[in-house]
């Protein structure tokens, strides 16, 4: 009886070890900083560097993410997509002649918001490579069907 005890306790504790990492490994906390390798400031108008994705993001394309960032508040118009970004800023990303582009990211929820001021935890999918939204903005990294909440 005592050997039986043993084994299940052992059992048990395997089994909440191997739940444990596959949960943690189910999503990986993401930093704008891990999105490119090289230069991405552009100085002005049709200035845009050569963008290099870093491997570690391109590995990461199609799982769940989480990034912790700003809600910028222009969007959201639909309460559906907002542009998450790195700091808050009293300019708007896109409306200046250079920018970062490792400083901002589209945003599409899986449930509508208002906006939250302060900082902000997204979990969502990544979507990496260059694409160009409905609205033309182009971004090389984006997360879909994302939650929102503010950051602790």
Same mark, same amino acid.
């Given at each position: 009886?005592?050997?039986?005890?043993?084994?299940?306790?052992?059992?048990?504790?395997?089994?909440?070890? +191997? %739940?444990? !990492?596959?949960?943690?490994?189910? %999503? +990986?906390?993401?930093? $704008?900083?891990? $999105?490119?390798?090289?230069?991405?400031? =552009?100085?002005?108008?049709? %200035?845009?560097?050569?963008?290099?994705?870093?491997?570690?993001? =391109?590995?990461?394309?199609?799982?769940?993410?989480? @990034?912790? #960032? $700003? %809600?910028?508040?222009?969007?959201?118009?639909? #309460?559906?997509?907002?542009?998450?970004?790195?700091?808050?800023?009293?300019?708007?990303?896109?409306?200046?002649? !250079?920018?970062?582009?490792?400083?901002?990211?589209?945003?599409?929820? &899986?449930? &509508?918001?208002?906006?939250?001021?302060?900082?902000?935890?997204?979990?969502?999918?990544?979507?990496? #490579? =260059?694409?160009?939204?409905?609205?033309?903005?182009?971004?090389?990294?984006? @997360?879909?069907?994302?939650?929102?909440?503010?950051? =602790?």
């Amino acid at each position: 009886m005592k050997n039986q005890i043993i084994v299940f306790f052992v059992s048990a504790l395997m089994m909440g070890a +191997t %739940m444990t !990492s596959k949960s943690s490994a189910a %999503m +990986t906390r993401v930093k $704008f900083t891990d $999105f490119f390798v090289g230069e991405t400031y =552009q100085v002005g108008p049709g %200035m845009k560097p050569e963008f290099n994705l870093s491997e570690s993001i =391109q590995a990461l394309h199609g799982n769940t993410v989480e @990034i912790l #960032g $700003f %809600m910028d508040g222009i969007l959201p118009r639909d #309460g559906m997509h907002f542009m998450l970004i790195r700091e808050p800023t009293a300019l708007c990303p896109f409306h200046t002649s !250079s920018f970062d582009w490792a400083a901002f990211m589209p945003v599409f929820l &899986s449930n &509508s918001t208002e906006y939250i001021d302060g900082p902000i935890r997204i979990v969502g999918r990544l979507d990496v #490579g =260059q694409k160009t939204d409905e609205m033309g903005l182009v971004s090389y990294v984006r @997360i879909y069907d994302a939650s929102i909440a503010r950051a =602790q």
